[in-house]
Structure formats: structure tokens, C-alpha cells
């Protein structure tokens, strides 16, 4: 498609402009060129017309960037002044300072933009003037957009950056566009050019890797997008800021320019002058700088200022150890506090470079200059002085200076030289004796002196230590401050002038009041810098640092922009280990892992928002870090990264280490219990004993669990039972385990504690013989039986299927039993209790749940005629019925009758206060929950994960039928943990729960997700 729009300009008009002007800075002529280049094998020549803009800022020999500007298919034609109707030739007229040299050809009637053309068009202009081919920038409207696109895929590794409007291109070339920064706009109503040829390239660009492209669309408007896109500013500096390759310059922002004010024009011309470096520099200086000076500062000061300042770093032999923080702020800035702007760094580096010329360090170079610079220039202490803030010329003019003026002078000759250096000063001793100033020098850490207060070669050291040291973070008139031109939420106090706060300041009083013992052996120093949102700014927030068992080895809070940039809270902690990192401000928190080495370190931890999925991926990372440095018995509740959504990845991501750290948890904690086959519970004991059957599945054994008869009986009938228990039935796979009651009560097997050793039965058998929680079987015979009967229901979201034989049901109710098969063997004669009597009413009670429930109630019931309590066997057939069931967790409706034994979770729901008697009714149904039916609860909370439902989209809640709550429930990590530490079963893990709270007449109350 693209080559049938950009046809060849085969008959280029012959019209030109009778004698052009010559070009001339500040404004935009009309140019002709006769181009020569080759197409298609053949050598060409031809004719082009185009405007010409140069900067009024224009020298010969300066580089300056280059924009190519291609109108729309309404100016095309032979009249030259129709290319200045829309874009960049439209305002130049009144934008002399427009920071580009600005090429807009014109197209010739009914033909399209040609690309040889136009690359020979390029190539005349870079060999004509003084281009900086790293900034070559092309934007185009309608017509020209297609040419913009096209061009710049033709050329990829030409161009800085692309801006076409209301164009399209070939999607087929998005590869060659993914390196180019592109930002594009379009009219959401084009019926000319439809947004969509747009965002096809758009999105081809991105599905080949690109990630540079950008795209703005304006709702409700047509065809004349360009109306809106090459409006203002923002595209402009957008284009000034890119650089062929990674090279890009930061972007000022519009707000920071607009506060130049009719200096702007300055201020644009400082940021596109000179060499990369240069420009880099610029940006920093220029987006910290004053506003009056923004206001004020030509251009020429500013670029003498940064570029002598670059060249004292590169020939100073210290230069290259100073950071790119540091040099920024202490040895580029042309001023520290209010004082004159004075022209002063040329001068200031012909005076004292030679005093220097022995120096190897910063440290050396400022003694020196300090020893020598006073008597130099004149100028000593006096109380006499003309003002306070006098610049380094005012004081030479005066001969006389405070601390104030001698600290600026010894700065910026310090500066000048390449040495960093800093203005510092207290508003108040704390003996109330008044305010000082004095300076910092930087060598490999901030170092003090008093200016024309020479201590020899040594640094350190001065009258005012002593007094230094008395100093007071807690009342700001007595603090100790360094001016700043990094981002400050505090101001430098000058108190010769208390109403100006335009100096920005660091709170060093700390370094000055603190003594620094040395470090212990076996210790390192681990300092932290916290950072909030994209400013980059250091942030006040909480940090733990814990180590093993997740034992709280720190705790402190980060320093914020107040405080020096170095100046980072520290924490001594053993070397060569790992620890967990907590930190915290308000809602964002940060959990991360850190090796600690045997050296000072410093780390760095971003507090920028995260989006849903960067932050989920971020979470479980930081939660396998925890399980491994703090161990599997971390509770993972007390971390931050509980409580973060999940994607449905990192949850199932986080469901598998939180399993893992479980396993690794019974593996170790029940050995012993296991070796010896007793668990224990408080002052309760249950042997048990077991052995393997047949082959296991893919999933793993089933476990059967059988219980003996007897109760109420001295120990050694019991013992008797159990023994005989072990052999009266067998599964054809999996492990048959048969336990020994804890008590030798009638009810043996259905008193509270039963529940709590079957759950930690279940729990050690998935771990130690690999046994699929899906496939858990009870049965039991007379007293046994009585226990199935109870445990069966009560507990029935751990069975796949229950067996009651010969056994006496008390007072069990079997409505829980709506999900779990269950089946009951009886003897006809088994008349003691009632028993065979009360197996003809659960066989009618069982009947009826199921036949007014339509999908629950599974069972089977057999009685068999001729037998009394012992059945010879013949209830031996339970055992391949109940092997075809498999447990389901999730089920579509849960009814959970609770039993005077309760349990604070059934299946997918949980209760806080457990009720005895209390009973449930729920249903799901797609994204639907309805609460049937509530009896003698206050608040439920629902289970859930993403087999069940769409957990990406809303949940809606009903009871009795009424809708009481929608929302999307989160992913957590905290429930993911709390319902693994409750079943211990690695299929019984919910990734998200929502709290539902009832009143007495079964309305909702409130609703709480989690």
C-alpha cells in the first residue's frame, strides 16, 4: 500500500522563486535546490522548492537539530507560500527563536512525496549547514504523515524521532520502525483517513518489539487533527529531547519552560546548544534552577557556565572520581545561595588553576586554595562589610566579606577548578549566639572548612567543631544545612533574607552530631535510599530488615530529600548473609531480598506504584525470597505483599511455593510422629498403623482410614478391636490405615479431638507417602461405625466417600452429606440400640435429601437380611463403591448443617464464631453467589479461586434471592497461605475470599473482601 501512495515526483514543477533570498537567521525564506541522486540504477537531477527556517540563534558551525516538515495533499502545487498554511512554517514568522533549522519542501500537483527526493533533500541541507545528524526529526499531516512513515522506514537509522499526523504507513514495516521514537496523532472522527490506518502501525510496531511509539487521538475530531497535534509546545520539545539511538536527552516539561516566562527563548537555546554532555548537563541545571533565574540567565551565561564546568571536571586529575550526582550539584551550579549572578567561572579557573597545579585530590586543592585565593584578591573578614550576600566581585570590590561572602568566594574558585563544593551554615548556635556559615568540600565524602580559616593541608577541622557537635535536628533553628540544587521539601535558612526560599537545602546536622565508631569485625554497613514516583525524589519510609526465622534485625526509617544525598540510614548487620527488606509509606509497600556483603553497600528501593500485573509478578517474587531467607514457618500475614492482588498466574505461582514451604514445614515438624506412628495433641495420644496397597495413580495413593469398634471397654478389649481392624478390609490400591482411638470412651471416635488428629492424619499422609487429598476414605465398624456417622458429615469436605457398618448414629444429621457419597451396611438383626432400626431411617432420610436436592446425596444403603451385628464380610463391598468417588472441593452447592462438634470451615466457606447446630445453604452459579438459607449465622465468608469463577471480573452476592454485593475479589496471597495452614491439602487452597455479614432476619449487614 505504501508504494502505491508515495509515487515518484516524476515532473518536479520548474517554477522557481526568481532570485531567493539568501537565507538569513530568524526567519524563513523560500529556496530552491537542484538535486542529484540515484533511483533505480540511474543517475537523476531535479529540482525542489522548498522554506527555509534558520534559528535567529543560528552560527555557522554551531549544530544545530534539523526538522523536516511534509504538508498535506492541499499544498501541493507550484505556489510556495501554500507550505506555510498548517504545521511549523505557519508560525515561524513569529517564532525566531524556534530551536530547529526547519526544512518544508513543497510536493508538485496530483503527485505524491517521493523518498529519494526527499532523502537528497536531507543530504544537501546536512552538507550546506550545520546539522547535527543525531537529531534529525520528521513530521508530516495527511499526506505528509504517509510520507513521515514511510521515510522513516525506508531510512531507519537516519532519524531521531517521527510525528506524523492523520497519516498511515505499511504495517508490513513496523521492524524497521521498532529502534525510532514515534509519537503520532489522529483525529478519532477522520472520515478522510480513517484513525485506524494509524493505530494498525501503532500496533505492528508494538507486536514486533517496539516500544518507543506513542499515540495520541482526539475524540470527535475529523480530518484536521494537525490543528490540535502542532498546537503548544509539548510536541516540539518532545523532538528537541530525542537522539538518533539511545542517546535521547530528558524532556523539560512545558510547565517547567512556561515558568521562563519572555526568557524562554533563552532558555530553549541553552538546552540544544553544544556537544551531548553539554546538553545533558543543561537539562539538570535548567530543571533545577531558581525561577528568577529562569526569568532572567541568557543563554550565553548559561552554556559558558556549563561548558567550563564540564571542561574543569575532564582535565582535573580527580575528575573522573567524582559521581555524576555530585558534579551536578556542587561543582555546575553558577551560585549557592541569593548572591549576584556574576559571570565569574572563566575568570575564576585563569586566577586559581595554577595555585592547583600540584594537587591529586579535591581535598589538597581546597586547602590550597583556601591558604592562598584571600590575600590573592584582597579581601578579608569584617563585620563592616556592604551586605551579607555579597558575590565573590562585590566583596572583591568591597575588600571586606562575612563568613557568608568569603564561604562564595572560596565555592566558586573551588568550582572553578573542579573541586565540589557546597555552602553550609546554621541559623542559630544553640547557644543562642547567632547564625555561621562555612564550606563543604567532596572527597570520597563530604568534608568542612571555614572559608579564610585555613587549617594548614587538613580538612575537619575548626573553631566552631565543638559547637557543630551541640547542634539540634529537633528544633530547625538549630540545625546544621547544606544549600542543594537537587529537590528539596525544606529551604536553606538565610536569615539575611527569611522571606526568600527559593534555596533549596540538605539537614546534614546529623553528620556533624553523630560520632562513627568503627565497624565491627564480621559487620557491614547497609545503607538504604528510598525513592517515590518517577521524580526519583528519596522519600521518608519504614524499613525492617529480617533474617532467619524472621527475626527483626533493623528497623529505622529512610532519610527524605531534607537530608544530604549521601546521607542514607544505615544498618550493621552480619556479612555474607540474606535478608528480607520491608518497607513501607502509606500504601505502597516493598518487600524485597538483599545479599549482605562484606563491604559497605548501599541499596536502592523504588516506592513507585506498580501496576496490577507488575506488582503481582514483583509480589511472588518477594514472597518465595521470604520463604527461603526466613523460613517456612514465616507468617506470611505479618509482610505487606499478604494483602497484593494477583494475576491468576503469580496466585497459582504463590499457591505452589506456599505448598512447597508447607510440605517442607510436616516433613520436618512430624517426623518423629510419623517414625513412631503416634500423633499427639495436647494430653492425647492415637497410635496408628498402616501399610501400602497395590500401584498408585498419577495423582497419587488413597488413603483409607478405618476405624475399630469396642468403646466403653477396659484398654485391652480396645487394643483387640484395632488389631482386628487391621485386617478386616482391603482396597486394591493405596494406603489402609488403621488408627487407635486416644480415649477408650463410648464415643471413642466422635469427641472434639478426633476431628484435630484426622485433619493432622491427612495432613502428614499427603507429605510422607504422597496420598491424593482427593481420594481420602473413612469407614467403621460397630463403635467405628458410630464415628462414621458423626465425623462423616461434620467433616465431609475431607472425604471422597464415607462407609458406616453395624454402627449407631446418635444424633448425626446427614444433610452435610450433600457432596460426599456415602453408604451404610446393617445387619436386619442387629437389633441392640436400635441400631438396624436407625439405619431404615438414615436410609428414608438419605432418600429424601436426594430426591428433593436432584444432584446431591450419593449413597448407598444395604441391610441385610440374615446377618446381626457382624455381617460376615459382606459389607466388604463398600470398599469398591467408595474406591469410584473422588472428593469435589468446589461444588456447585454446599449445604453445611454444623454438629455440636463445629468447624470454623466447610468446603469453600468459612465462619469466624462456629455455631452449634447452625446451618448454611449456598450456591454458585457463573459469577453468582446465593446464600440460600441462614440459621444462627452472623457472617459468612466465601472461598474462591479461578476455577470456580472469572476472578477477573465482578462477583455478585445474593441472599434470599436479594443482590447485596458485586465487586471483583482479589487474589492473596494471605488467603492463599491462611486456607493451605487450615487444611494442609494442596488442592484446598483459595486464592480469594469476601466476607458476607448477616443480621438476625437474613439481611446483609455489611460485605468485606479479602
Known sequence: MLAALLIPMLTLSSVAPLDPPDPEAGKQ??????????????????????????PAFFEQGSPLPLMLFLHGAGERGENLEDVKQWGPPRFLSERPDFPFIVVSPQCPKRQWWDLEVLTALIDQIEQTYPIDSDRIVVTGLSMGGFGSWGLAAAQPDRFAAIAPVCGGGDPETAEQLIRIPVWNFHGAADQ????????????????????????????????DSWRQAYRGDQLWNWLLAQRRGASADPMISEQRLSLAGKNRSQIERALASGPAKQRQAMYWLVQQMPVDDLKS??????????????????QSPWGK????????????????????????????????????????????????????????????????????????????EAGLASCTGLSLILIDACRSVGVPARFVGTPLWSDGSGNHSWVEIWDDGWHFTGAAEATGDDLDQAWFSGRTSKASRDDPQNGIYAVTWRSSPISFPMVWAPDNSSIRASDVTDRYTSTTDPLPAGKTAVRFRVTEGASDQRCVASIRVLGAAAKVLFEGESRDERFDANDHVSAHLDSDQKVIV??????????????????????????????????????????????SICGVETDLDDFPIAQVPLTREDADVAAALIWQAHSQKIASRSADEMKNRVLTIGQLKMPFWYESVGTPTATGR???????GGGGAPA???????????????????????????????????QGHIDQFFDRLIENLIVFEQVDPNRVYILGYSAGGDGVYQIGPRMADRWAAAAMMAGHPNDARPESLRNTAFTLHMGAKDDPYNRNGQAQIWQKKLADLAQSDGAGYAHWVEIYPDKGHWMDREDAAAIPWMAKRLRNLRPQKVVWQQDDVTHSRSYWLAVENPVSRSRIDVERNGQKIRILHVKGVEQIWIRLDDSMVNLDQPIEFEVNGELVHSAVIPRTISTISKTMEERGDPIGMFSAEHQIVISPDHKIKESESR
Open 297 to 314: 540567565l541568557d543563554c550565553e551565561y548559561l552554556t559558558e557556565n556549563t561548558r567550563l564546568a564540564l571542561e574543569s571536571r575532564d
Open 702 to 708: 488413597s488413603l483409607w482410614i478405618s476405624l475399630h
Open 716 to 750: 485391652a478389649v480396645n487394643d483387640d478391636q484395632w488389631h482386628n481392624q487391621k485386617r478386616l478390609y482391603r482396597p486394591e490400591e493405596g494406603i489402609y490405615l488403621a488408627p487407635r482411638a486416644p480415649t477408650n470412651t463410648w464415643n471413642l471416635w466422635h
Open 192 to 223: 478522510v483517513i480513517p484513525e485506524q490506518r494509524s493505530l494498525q502501525m501503532i500496533a505492528a510496531i508494538r507486536a514486533a518489539g517496539g516500544e518507543l511509539v506513542r499515540h495520541t487521538s482526539y475524540p470527535g475530531v475529523g480530518h
Open 321 to 396: 572520581q567524582i559521581p555524576d550526582e555530585i558534579f551536578l550539584d556542587a561543582v555546575l551550579p553558577y551560585a549557592s545561595i541569593n548572591e549576584r549572578r556574576d559571570r565569574w567561572r572563566s575568570d575564576f579557573r585563569t586566577r586559581f588553576l595554577p595555585l592547583v597545579a600540584e594537587s591529586t585530590s579535591p581535598s589538597q586543592a581546597a586547602a590550597q586554595l583556601n591558604q592562598q585565593i584571600f590575600k590573592l584578591i584582597g579581601v578579608k573578614y569584617s563585620t563592616q562589610r556592604p551586605k551579607a550576600d555579597q558575590s565573590p566581585y562585590e566583596s572583591m
Open 29 to 54: 525564506v523560500p529556496q530552491s535546490k537542484v538535486l542529484h541522486f540515484e533511483k533505480d540504477g540511474k543517475q537523476h537531477q531535479q529540482t525542489i522548492h522548498y522554506q527555509l527556517f534558520l
Open 582 to 627: 520491608v518497607v513501607e509509606k502509606d500504601s505502597i509497600r516493598r518487600v524485597v531480598s538483599i545479599e549482605v556483603k562484606d563491604e559497605e553497600q548501599l541499596v536502592e528501593i523504588d516506592l513507585t506504584s506498580q501496576d496490577h500485573k507488575a506488582s503481582s509478578s514483583s509480589t511472588v517474587q518477594s514472597l518465595a525470597a521470604v520463604l
